[in-house]
């Protein structure tokens, strides 16, 4: 018998993907979404008082080695579409009051304080984003190894009652799964981010991280996936080897743009990441995971649905896509992918 453990958030859940977005450089994907084809982003979920938030958790500024201003930066989220935006300069806490009394909108677009606490162990880096954190938190540093050094920072981020979530586990090939395995009282993994120089899609003997997400969902670790930009750089549009805005992003499932109602609804899994695919529901029952796409232009769909050791359960090419549980599959996450390389990724439902 199937049965719901996880993620429950009325009725649903996402799961990630990574790779797949690299064909267009982002600007002409942006321009592709300015032109009268592709709907705007729609906040109403059908039949719910519930909506989807669209917001970037990875972000920075001048305050760290951004190339603009946080009132630029913000800027630039606000006048594309997002409902917010995390902050999160390494090792530096960018007050937001200010910019949210200028950008600040009821319900329509909110600034949320962040930090990238920004560690290293030996030649590995060890970045750990620190969402909501009430002060700036010191990086671990002289941990006796990488899980200590990631662990010291998720830990330094709750205690300053931050979410964290773990970066990049591939940038300069530092933190393995086995590593990951071992991190306790962190639920958000990336899986996908927009810097040029992360490897999402692993390489050698390395797992891309959707992979390295199978095989931690598959030992029995509960993550969410999200997608990021870890935008950098807000003054060469179209260059895609520069650390741009508008790659990677979640839609969270809220009552309210608020951050706490935003963050306990990432914690619980209740959002999907994405690199363009939008959705306009997701719903999980005891019985059954449905996926409904939200068609842009004459872009084609392939939904798969995936369980415990990443293996593909189904496929379905229609917009609205149905995964009945049969018992044992340990978990199901979807993923829907466009024509245009685009991926959404829902998060896991887990079934026993
Ligand atoms: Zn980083
Ligand atoms: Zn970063």
Redesign the pocket.
Known sequence: MARRQFGVFDGVWLVIGALGLAALPYVERTAAGASSEAPLFEQAIPGSTLRWYKGNT???TLNSDGDSTADEVVRWYREHGYHFLVL?D?NFLTAVDGLNAVHGANEKFLVVKGE?V?SSFQSKSV?V?GLNVSSQVEPTRNAASVVATIQGNVDAIRKADGVPHI??PNFQWSITPEDLRQVKNNRLLEVY?G?PTVHNAGGGSVPGLEQVWDQLLSQGITLFGIAVD?A?TFKQPGNPDAAGPGRGWVAVRAARLEPRALLDALERGAFYASTGVELVDVKSSATALTVEVRPRGDFKYRVRFIEKGGQVLHESIEPTATYTFKGGEGYVRATVTDSGGRIAWVQPVFVK
């Open positions: 990875h972000t920075h999160t390494h990238e920004t970045h984003n970066n990049h981010n810097h870890d950098h």
